[in-house]
């Protein structure tokens, strides 16, 4: 089932004279783990908040094209409906806690949505199980290490049971210990919930392993989109100014002069394996 | 001791103690009766009563040191009161004959002590989330109300987003401490000395400050409200709360002891004289 | 020179940041100092321009104890450029911004402007100059706040986590500076976690965790040595990962980046071949 699909999507910031994004066509299906680079400013954070409303009804400007989530038109269904159904996390942790306990945080979009409390205590449990801050559960945001915020940002969104978790660079702000735990907790939402996610990264070392597909966009379009070992070894994706895996460079390196491995690896693990084969023959 | 360490006696301390659990409104009563008794009595016996009285809540509470700290700061503002009532006494000879030279000045900085006690205790053992619940519980049927006498307000208020801004203000406070912090440090780390120069120089000193902090400031409160939004702030019309306050046994009781307390003090006040 | 000699400090909310940290940095050297969150990386270095002062021990700068001079005249030998560039930025242009320590620090105006100028244009910032600090991208505000800094020549550079939320052409950028200052004989020093970032560049590592320094080396080795690693909770850069793997097969053990690892391999299947 196709969950999310754009056509011709373009939206210009008021005041801009140029598009953020331009003529994005996308289609996206149910359980996919679709990872989008692209250097700063290539239209990454425009694209998420086109997922779930946040443009056109919280950011002004002129949207052109189409975009449907969960086969709802964007456009015709307010920012707070739609979060029902799209889990947005964004980039800063600090700044999506808004109480004084993980409980209380994961309870807020539940409490908006008027549900009753016993029904409230079961899907804030299951949530903060899910993504492991039960334990943390009566802390303060400021006693939480940054990859624990945003872990309980995860389930904050989790908890109202949405189908798509958008991940707008949730961890450019962590140490690589916390990155790591947040993107296991992403690959475990994707794996074991079949939930769709759409992740923005730069720290495609970690992300990549996990992701099923990946889209690198440059100046508001699209310009690769595949299976992610095809991306990331594709001479565009370095010259775009993508931070593929070194692994990934390795392989290029060693192609340049002649050497060839039989596939692109894409975590340390399958290049020990590859780098073996060759070293054996 | 700085201001902010006086602060210290003010802000919230977790912890499990029977004064912990109680219903935020019970103990707002309780310092509340505590301090308009405290301004109904100016009789140092009376005084003493009520100052003792409000001491096994802080013990109970387990917020000694912070109250302590917080005495410590009221102490020299207890001075001044004494001060002034001992010198207005002795330059009006007249009035001395009410009460002995030194007892109405000790009487007005204790009655002072005692009210600053009661809400420390009360903020110190009240957790901004409880705090929170009682404003969201009694602000929206208050607005209700409130808007079926004078329709002209619908809309112009919004008790929930009160509530949310008050909670979230708390919550926010460590945050905006650190930011403050770093700019300073960043600042200073360019050379600027906040401790030198004139008036007007260390006025604009600040500057380099205050434009960051500002800026900052709006950024987070947009990208809150984005956050806020994206998790379906405003869906329904009665939001709902994971927590409600529920008046348990134990408020009961204390609520009734403390009225029962209450009116007792107010028939000794009214009908019995205390000789000092 | 910078010299700290078994510093511990406490926050004055009882926190332990440091505890008996002892660390050397010669002039002209590239150090990182790398660890957890916590692990006391900030605490230290805000010890090298006096912002903070050591509980007990002692730090010094060029043979001048810092508890006795002011944090204004440290800074102009140990320059510190904030991981957060927004809490720093405040001026109505780029220009403004390069300037504002200058005058600080009471150089002319005649000096100012060519410090601007020069400085401008070694960070390629000259085409910003009359623009706002805040119309400008992550990466191009970093780059003022470094500017702002490098703009009166301190002895030593600190930077806090220059990478966070770069992309992948601001870092080759900021190596680039980085490898250029070093070129001038600046002392820098790194404060990040990003290990992929440092491998490239080679340092010398300082590896902290629990406000101890625990270890102390060229990063070849330090960031190949598993053990010490994990205590600090930091991974091994891929390459790394990769390479010790492979030990047993021929290939070399402290290789760290692309361009070296491509180097052993090609000799060591030249090596296999003949």
């Not at chain 2, 020299?76 to 000045?105: D, E, M, Q, R, W």
Request: aromatic share 8%.
């Amino acid at each position: 089932m196709t969950i999310i699909r754009a056509n011709g999507l373009t939206f210009t910031y008021s005041g801009q004279l140029r598009p953020a994004i331009e003529e994005v066509h996308l289609s996206i299906e149910e359980g996919e783990f679709v990872l989008i680079a692209g250097p700063s400013g290539c239209g990454k954070t425009t694209l998420c908040r086109c997922l779930n409303g946040l443009i056109p009804h919280f950011y002004e400007g002129e949207l052109k094209g189409d975009i449907f989530v969960t086969g709802l038109n964007v456009k015709d269904h307010s920012i707070r409906e739609l979060a029902r159904y799209v889990g947005m996390v964004f980039q800063n942790p600090e700044n999506q806690l808004f109480a004084l306990s993980v409980e209380k945080d994961v309870a807020f979009g539940l409490e908006n949505l008027g549900l009753p409390r016993s029904e409230m205590m079961e899907l804030i449990e299951w949530a903060m199980k899910a993504v492991g801050v039960y334990e943390l559960r009566d802390k303060a945001p400021y006693e939480l290490s940054g990859g624990q915020k945003q872990r309980v940002a995860i389930a904050c969104v989790l908890a109202m049971k949405p189908k798509v978790l958008v991940l707008d660079e949730p961890t450019s702000s962590l140490d690589p210990f916390g990155a790591r735990q947040v993107l296991e907790v992403v690959r475990k939402l994707n794996e074991e919930l079949n939930m769709t996610v759409v992740l923005v990264e730069h720290r495609l070392d970690l992300a990549v392993k996990y992701a099923t597909r990946a889209i690198v966009m440059n100046d508001g379009r699209i310009v690769l989109d595949g299976d992610p070992r095809d991306v990331l070894s594709s001479k565009e994706a370095i010259s775009i100014g993508i931070d593929v895996p070194k692994v990934v460079k390795l392989y290029r390196a060693l192609q340049e002069v002649g050497l060839t491995l039989s596939e692109v690896p894409i975590a340390a693990e399958e290049m020990v394996q590859l780098l073996q084969e060759v070293l054996k023959r | 001791m700085s201001f902010l360490d006086v602060l210290e006696g003010l802000r919230f301390k977790k912890a499990s103690s029977p004064i912990h659990k109680l219903d935020p409104r019970v103990k707002f009563a309780l310092a509340l009766s505590l301090s308009t008794l405290a301004l109904a009595f100016k009789e140092l016996l009376a005084l003493i009563a009520l100052f003792t009285a409000h001491v096994p809540l802080i013990l109970l509470g387990g917020v000694i040191r912070q109250w302590a700290r917080m005495m410590k700061g009221a102490s020299l503002f207890a001075f001044f009161i004494f001060l002034t009532n001992f010198l207005f006494i002795h330059f009006h000879p007249g009035y001395a004959a009410l009460s002995p030279t030194f007892v109405l000045p000790i009487s007005m900085a204790l009655r002072f002590l005692t009210i600053v006690g009661a809400f420390s205790c009360f903020f110190l053992t009240t957790s901004p989330d409880d705090l929170g619940l009682a404003l969201e519980r009694h602000l929206v049927p208050f607005t209700k109300w409130l808007i079926e006498r004078v329709p002209r307000l619908k809309g112009a208020i919004d008790p929930y987003g009160l509530c949310f801004a008050f909670i979230a203000s708390v919550r926010f406070i460590p945050t905006m401490v650190e930011e403050a912090t770093s700019i300073v440090d960043a600042q200073r780390a360019r050379g600027l000395e906040l401790d030198r120069g004139g008036l007007l120089k260390r006025i604009r000193g600040y500057v380099p400050i205050l434009i960051p902090m500002v800026i900052n400031a709006l950024r987070r409160s947009d990208e809150l409200a984005e956050a806020m939004e994206s998790r379906a702030w405003g869906a329904v019309k009665e939001r709902t709360s994971l927590y409600e306050l529920r008046l348990k046994k134990g408020d009961a009781i204390v609520m009734a002891l403390t009225a029962l307390a209450f009116a007792i003090a107010v028939y000794v006040r009214i009908s019995i004289p205390i000789p000092l | 020179m910078i010299e700290a000699k078994g510093v511990y400090f406490r926050y004055p909310n009882g926190v332990e940041a440091l505890r008996d940290a002892t660390i050397r940095i010669d002039d002209g050297e590239l150090v990182a100092i790398m660890g957890p969150n916590g692990a006391g990386k900030t605490t230290l270095v805000k010890h090298f321009n006096g912002l903070l002062k050591p509980t007990k021990g002692e730090v010094f700068v060029d043979g001048v104890n810092t508890k006795e001079v002011s944090i204004a005249s440290l800074a102009r030998k140990v320059g510190y450029v904030f991981q957060n560039p927004d809490h720093q930025l405040f001026c109505e242009s780029v220009e403004e911004e390069v300037a504002f320590a200058l005058r600080n620090f009471g150089f002319d105006e005649a000096e100012v402007e060519r410090r601007v100028t020069w400085v401008l244009e070694f960070f390629e910032l000259t085409p910003y100059k009359r623009k706002s600090p805040f119309t400008l991208s992550v990466g191009e505000r970093k780059r003022v706040t470094i500017a702002s800094i490098i703009a009166w020549n301190p002895k030593v550079i600190i930077l806090d986590e220059p990478t966070l939320g770069q992309d992948y052409f601001q870092k080759e950028k900021l190596r680039d500076f980085i490898l250029r200052l070093r070129k001038r004989g600046g002392t820098v020093v790194l404060v990040t976690h990003d290990v992929e970032f440092v491998s490239e560049l080679k340092p010398r590592i300082v590896l902290m965790a629990d406000g101890r320094v625990m270890a102390d080396g060229p990063a070849e080795s330090i960031l190949t040595d598993r053990a010490i690693l994990k205590e600090a909770s930091i991974f091994p850069p891929q390459i790394a990962q990769v390479f010790l793997e492979l030990v047993n097969v021929g290939l070399p053990k402290g290789v760290i980046n692309v361009e070296d690892a491509k180097g052993a391999l090609l000799r060591l299947l030249r090596s296999m071949r003949s």
